[in-house]
């Protein structure tokens, strides 16, 4: 676990350190900013910019209410870019290219699975540190209704912003080891995408070995 915390640091503390850096002098405007790559699939930790921009209310440099509008602002035109990455690339991305191909099939279950459970899935994924990154993508995929997708997102954003920046009012100069601390979340649910994934690989190796048995 140590060593894993040191790499993780090596790769995030530089950009930890520029975002806050980015923070103290521009407020708001870098709040916004840094949470709609965050949600553009761009490596940059919602936990820190909440946790400081928390600690910078409890300074009275900034408001909780301006630091949660921009943080779910941030948020909701982050994933307009996912989604439209997702909306917009499905068919060179997952109809063509070579790696990441999937047949039709999986297109339409991907789209039934979101007619079903995508309402849940948007708003729980952004409570989730990791996943609610990329639920955008297979959202724009199945084409969900851009409307439902962005309340639903807006809706599952609040909690996740407000949670961090209270805990960033509360604890104050502590917010970098709280940050620390909530890496060891991050950890779990990697490690839950990649048992997922995994399993879904397996699975869908025997159904390719089933159909080619079957066609033999």
């Known amino acids: 676990m140590f060593v894993q915390a040191s790499v993780t640091d090596f790769v995030l503390n530089p950009i930890v350190n520029a975002a806050t850096d980015f923070i103290s002098s521009a407020g708001y405007p870098a709040i916004f900013i ?28 900034l408001t909780l209410f301006g630091i949660v509008a921009a943080g779910v602002l941030g948020n909701l035109v982050g994933s307009w870019i996912g989604y439209a990455i997702g909306y917009y690339g499905r068919t060179d991305l997952l109809e063509r290219h070579r790696i990441f191909h999937v047949n039709p099939e999986w297109l339409r279950k991907t789209e039934g699975y979101f007619e079903r459970y995508g309402d849940a899935t948007v708003f729980f994924s952004r409570m ?11 959202a724009g995929v199945a084409r969900m209704p851009i409307v439902r997708f962005s309340v ?8 996740w912003v407000l949670a961090l920046g209270l805990l960033g009012q509360a604890v104050g100069d502590n917010w970098e080891t709280w940050r620390h601390n909530l890496g060891y979340l991050d950890y779990v649910v990697a490690a839950a995408i990649v048992i997922g994934i995994g399993y879904w690989l397996v699975q869908r190796r025997r159904r390719d070995q089933d159909g080619d048995a079957a066609a033999a």
């Open 34 to 61: 840094l949470m709609t790559m965050e949600s553009a699939l761009l490596p940059i930790p919602s936990e820190a910019i909440m946790l400081f921009a928390g600690f910078a209310v409890s300074k009275g440099e």
């Open 128 to 138: 989730l540190p990791i996943v609610r990154t990329f639920v955008s993508l297979p």
């Open 152 to 159: 639903l997102t807006v809706l599952g954003s609040i909690p």
